[in-house]
């Protein structure tokens, strides 16, 4: 058995590169999709949800009282391409490609090629209902920034695994 998987954390892979955290502060490829939280570009107070679906594109950008995009009719909002090229930053080009089936004739892919792949196929534009959870998701990542630093066990981290087996 190797080192992490006798640890008692979650191995965490580090960003392909760093990002700001101002305009997309949340960013996640979970439940099929590429999805997040996009601050609003007009209004500090409003952050809107985005997503992707992998293989399909469908995308849904709504804010976080699911009202809708003015910008997603038709075709991807700024939300959805500052959320792709901040995926690409957090995760890499080839890994938010393959993990959204988005071929890139160039090769090498970028956040701009993955776009205009999708782009290219006229993806419908779905419904909002993941938005309610990627957004509680956000708040739960952003609990974990209030906290005192303390190496003391969380109770909600007591899932994981512990380090040795008591004898």
Known sequence: MSDWERSSTARVTAPARPRKLAKVPFVELADGRLQGVVSS???????????????????????NNNRPCGGARGGFCNHIKALIGEAVLQYGPERVARYLRAESADGEPTAQTITDGM???RPAQGDTKAAAPVFSRFLRHLAY????????????????????TVA
């Open 41 to 63: 570009g007009s209004d500090i107070e409003r952050v809107y949800v985005s997503s992707v679906a992998a293989g399909t594109y469908t995308f849904a950008c709504s804010t």
């Open 119 to 121: 782009s290219a196929t």
């Open 145 to 164: 920034l209030e906290l005192a630093p303390t190496t003391a066990p969380l109770p909600e981290m007591q899932w994981f695994p512990p380090t040795r």
